[in-house]
């Protein structure tokens, strides 16, 4: 797993964790949205935040496109259990400063 594959499960676990906390995430009236949708879709693409956009009868969450692809592949890497094990355990050891760069460096010091 690189960094960067990574840092995209950090990332859309930062968010998740962001959508699930008590905070409310904005939410715009559907014609609202319809009326200002270029103006919502800079907003979405460059803050990174979802907006739900409410309906009379459904509401939806508008989410950055890189974003969604991002989450796609975060749950399909985690589908199954023993990859997802294994991403877990690489993720503890980057965040422990155990990596195969590191231990590299430091086998070419010494």
């Known amino acids: ?14 968010l998740l964790r962001s959508l699930m906390k008590d905070d409310v995430m904005r939410s715009v009236s559907a014609v609202s949205a319809q009326n200002d949708l270029d103006d919502l ?10 907006v739900e956009i409410v ?8 989410v950055d496109k890189r974003d ?3 989450l796609m592949e975060t ?8 990859n997802a094990e294994r991403l877990l355990s690489a993720a503890a050891d980057v965040s422990q400063g155990r990596n195969l ?3 590299e460096l430091r086998t070419t010091k010494e």
């Open 75 to 82: 749950l399909h890497l985690l589908s199954s259990p023993a």
């Open 1 to 14: 797993m690189t960094s960067a594959g990574l840092n995209r499960i950090f990332g859309w676990a930062s």
């Open 68 to 70: 969604y692809d991002s």
């Open 41 to 50: 879709l800079d907003t979405v693409a460059d803050g990174g935040e979802p």
């Open 101 to 103: 760069i590191q231990a």
């Open 55 to 62: 309906g009379g009868r459904h509401s939806a969450v508008l």
